[in-house]
């Protein structure tokens, strides 16, 4: 039987009528939160407060707790000083590369004393990546994952729009930058979520350079706790200040944001685990390996000569410009393999604290790691040669004037 448009809508109502119960609205106190989170006047000290507590117990479970309470003494306690014994041709360079690279003194080799120092693939390699890196990427993605099934994620993007319009980007661009305190690879990916092109060249841009890994804030978080908060402020000044000429510089539109917000609900424990394994997992497939063939590629490049040999080719420019030792050369190869593999060996290189300060930014804002530059081939090779003429300037530009102002203040 063919209806009438009128006969159309007396039938919906009529559905309606038998399916839709209507009751009276009532204001709870999970809507009453919702609105406090969202409103920029409540919302932004809430969000300051979320923050701090995220990294309060990032730093003290990850580094406190698991590095320095269990990771530590079990390395440098027993598996160290075991292999030290046990595996043979103390000196060689097999022993070097795998075990420790030492150094000899009056003819005799000496042994190192803690993981960190002995950089071997076996000791350093995987201390680093199981002793430091692990807890930190466990407890980041954790409190990662509760926000997001809470439901905080999305206030948090319409809270901070307005701040990130100012470089060419909206609130959504809040994901890929706290994804990438993660890992830079899954935050590369998720800069799809941004509409236009120039956004996503924009944030792709700033995550390489501005943004340290959860592997790096890690391996900071145990080799230069009083320094940190110093490199996080230089990060984030240039991230805003380089973020905002790009905006001028690069063409496009920057639309505005369009974005739904759920209420809040309770985690669901079955979707928190899927997400931190599935998170943690591409940790062990992506990161160890890189960690374990940068102690390879960088100590058999020490021991041909070839790190002193860069150190000394390119001492003008890391004493003269940067205001860091010539060493520096070492870390910054592995900075390319892991970053976090990079600040790891800065700690053991002799230096003032403004010097660690301005040589772990450099590592920072250096090339990404190869898996995250891997990753930006495949979102496109004109945006990877674009980011990468970025990035050579932003080293070279932001490496100087944070030497400058060490040089002003009295303390490079």
Known sequence: MKLNPDERWDLIDSIA??????????????????????????????????MYCFWSVFGSFAG?????????????GYWLPWLQEVFPGKGGWIYSILIDAGGMTNGEFILSDNCFEAFGVLT???????????????????????????????????????????????GYAIVPTILSLGCNVPAVTATRILETRKQR?????????????????GIMEEVIPDLI????????????????????????????????????????????????????????????????????VVNVLYLVGFIQWLGDLLAPVFVGWFGVPKETAGPLIAAFLRKDLAVAQLSVIEMTQYQMLSAVVLVSIYFPCVATF??????GWKELIGSVAVLTVVVFLYGG??????KLLGVA
Request: proline share 5%; net charge positive.
């Open 17 to 50: 009528r038998h399916v839709v119960t209507y009751g009276e609205y009532r204001h709870t106190l999970k809507d009453a939160i919702g609105e406090l989170t969202v409103k920029p006047m409540t919302g932004l000290p809430i969000a300051i407060a979320v």
């Open 64 to 76: 406190t707790l698991c590095t320095d309470g269990f990771f530590v003494k079990l390395f440098d």
């Open 124 to 170: 350093s390699g995987l201390f680093v990546a199981i002793g430091v890196v692990l807890p930190a990427i466990v407890i980041f993605y954790l409190m990662l994952t509760l926000l997001e099934d809470i439901g905080y994620m999305p206030r948090l993007a319409v809270l901070i729009d307005t701040v990130l319009h100012k470089i060419g980007l909206h």
């Open 201 to 217: 060249f924009i944030m792709m841009t700033l995550l390489a350079i501005f943004i340290p890994c959860g592997a790096q804030l």
């Open 229 to 296: 908060g110093y490199v996080l402020l230089y990060l984030v000044i240039g991230y805003f200040i380089f973020g905002f000429i790009l905006n001028r510089i690069v063409p496009g539109k920057s639309p505005e944001i369009l974005i739904d917000v759920p209420q809040y609900q309770k985690p669901m424990m079955t979707n928190v685990r899927r997400k931190l394994w599935m998170r943690v997992s591409s940790f062990f497939k992506v990161a160890v390996p890189f960690v374990l063939l940068g102690c390879v």
């Open 374 to 379: 891997a990753m930006m081939l495949k979102e």
């Open 401 to 406: 004037i944070i030497h400058l102002i060490g």
